[in-house]
């Protein structure tokens, strides 16, 4: 996924004028993140994927509210987490992340790791995940967003509809509850 | 960054998230569509104003038909008076547009292409009528295809002072259109899209079962280079 083209600003402008080449090129260049962010709030794909289309249109007939200057990307991601927030209200279970096959995979320059190594950094992922997975919601929805999307702080609290100083308050229990949760496991 | 925060970093790299879909096509549309049906409301309104003052100030209308030609699913008529139209932009009243695939699922159109040119999408109009923007000469030039389903499917009627001259496309038949007219098109189903004025000329020929309809700023020499290249 490109993170962002060079001249946002300028493509933010055709889009608001209508010109739907600009339009379509902001949305490939975001679908991929928000896609994710609503997969991590909704927790399936099919809820992800209607989400992340509604927010898409809803932002596009609110063009007109967007302020000039400001930076889009977190402007996208609070409406398609809204979408997203509202499919959890009233969806059932979610589903729980998972790890790629290939996490353990070397990446080029790595020392290669011994099989007992790899065995051993693969199940603490896995305790580190389950961990995060056993957080109160709210607090796991920071450690996801925050940690596993690599959002930055202000694009954490948009995606979640709350202030940035919440954000850290519960970025600050859940990494505590997640150290006390590891040491108690041995990790 | 302490050093939970770095694995939790690294864990965000190895977490199996779904493909991510290709939003692009569904959100384009959606948005098309919301803008057209208000687009389709201020013009409906421009109409009836321009409809009103047209029955004022002219005491009969007069549209006599004066000739036809029929080419596949097209037939163009000329008239003395061409009928009040909207006037279309080259952007305008294409469709809503969908990958180049899609178009073709939805419309059972095979699409030909002159080589090289391979656009990143087509407009699909009522469920038959595929049309793609291209660049020649310098210039956007609008190719239509649509399957030959039945003579008068798309209709052009052409003013008195424009020219119509039969000539033909890799030894198939072919019309070309220069001067004032208007586009008119009936799909499938009782699709009806009410005549818009169209700007430059019109080359249309036979492919196969297929018409297809090449409009812009081109010389008749141009247009007629450019429809045997796309085979």
Known sequence: MVDRPLDEAGLVERARSGDLDAWETIVRTHQGLAFRTAYLLTGNAADAEEAAQDGFVKAYRAFGRFRRGAELRPWLLRIVANEARNRRRSAGRRERLALRASAAEVRPGDAVPSPEAALLAGEQRE????????????????????????????????????????????????????????????? | MNE??????????????????????????????????????????????????????????????LDFFHLGGATVVRVDTLPQTTERSHA???????????????????????????PSRAYVLGDALVTVVLKAYGKAVLLSEFGSFGPGSLQKLVAQEADVETTRVNGGEALWIAGPHAFEYFGRNGFHQAPVREQGNVLLWLHGDQTLRLEGPLTKAQALELARRTR
Do not use: M
């Open chain 2, 4 to 65: 939970l925060e770095l694995r939790l970093e690294e864990l965000g790299r190895e977490v199996a998230f779904p493909p991510t879909p290709d939003l692009a096509p569904a959100v384009l549309e959606r948005t098309y569509r919301k803008r057209v049906a208000w687009g389709r409301a201020s013009v409906a309104v421009a109409l009836a104003v321009v409809a009103l003052a047209a029955a004022f100030s002219v005491p009969q209308a007069r549209t006599a038909i």
């Open chain 1, 127 to 187: 305790r580190l995940l389950a961990a995060v997975e056993a957080l109160p919601d709210d607090q796991r929805d920071a450690i996801a967003c925050r940690y596993l999307l690599g959002l930055t702080g202000a694009e954490t609290a948009a995606a979640l509809g709350v202030r940035a100083g919440t954000v850290k308050s519960r970025l600050s229990r859940a990494l505590a509850r997640l150290r006390e949760t590891l040491e108690e496991g041995g990790a």
């Open chain 2, 92 to 118: 305008a009243g294409l469709g809503f547009p969908v990958t180049l695939q899609e178009a073709q699922r939805r419309t059972r159109v095979r699409l030909v292409l002159p080589p090289g040119e391979r």
